[in-house]
T-cell receptor, first 113, second 110 residues
């Protein structure tokens, strides 16, 4: 079955540590996105990528980094520079750009302890 | 002003009721419009696209008003299973950054 997979589902991190969230898709989609969602809030765009080896900052990129070495993969690193990292992180992909439906992974719930 | 604004609700309605959500957007050059549904602690999923002429899918009707820059979602004969958060989604013309509204929470009660 085609889809988009995020791992892990739950992640706990100590303050000051970097952590990487995985996102893999086998839908052959060119575009991939990372969003952050806080309780009772909408989705905020962190980074997006249109093609391999290219990515752009979204609205809240500070304290995060990404890579797009393969079409299928778009990992997100939450660095120690992100002051308030506890949130629900959602990865999505779409055929091209924002004019087509985006498919989401099941999300990673990150908690800083 | 936010690029996409929605009434956060919550909307509390009885089963069988008709409920309508509105969403306004600030960029007049916006091209694509969608409604997504998000269940508690789950990922959003596409409910329906919104076309210029309006479109219907069963109990759900979506409409676009470009002149006033808003889209709407109408749910008829509400079911308990319709309880969720409904996200309005807008993409500007030629743009890549899909913009999500904060969502409107709906509770349908027996």
């Amino acid at each position: 079955d085609g889809g988009i997979t995020q791992s892990p589902k739950y992640l706990f991190r100590k303050e000051g540590q970097n952590v990487t969230l995985s996102c893999e898709q086998n839908l052959n989609h060119d575009a991939m996105y990372w969003y952050r969602q806080d309780p009772g809030q909408g989705l905020r765009l962190i980074y997006y990528s249109q093609i391999v080896n290219d990515f752009q900052k979204g609205d809240i990129a500070e304290g995060y980094s990404v890579s797009r070495e393969k079409k299928e993969s778009f990992p997100l690193t939450v660095t120690s520079a992100q002051k308030n990292p506890t949130a629900f992180y959602l990865c999505a992909s779409s055929i091209k750009g924002g004019t087509t439906e985006a498919f989401f992974g099941q999300g990673t719930r990150l908690t800083v302890v | 002003r936010k690029e996409v604004e929605q009434d956060p609700g919550p909307f509390n309605v009885p089963e069988g009721a008709t409920v309508a959500f509105n969403c306004t957007y600030s960029n007049s050059a916006s091209q694509s419009f969608f409604w997504y549904r998000q269940d508690c602690r789950k990922e959003p999923k596409l409910l329906m696209s919104v076309y210029s002429s309006g479109n219907e899918d069963g109990r759900f009707t979506a409409q676009l008003n470009r002149a006033s820059q808003y889209i709407s979602l109408l749910i008829r004969d509400s079911k308990l299973s319709d309880s969720a958060t409904y996200l309005c989604v807008v993409t500007p013309t030629g743009g890549f950054k899909t913009i999500f509204g904060a969502g409107t929470r709906l509770f349908v009660k027996a």
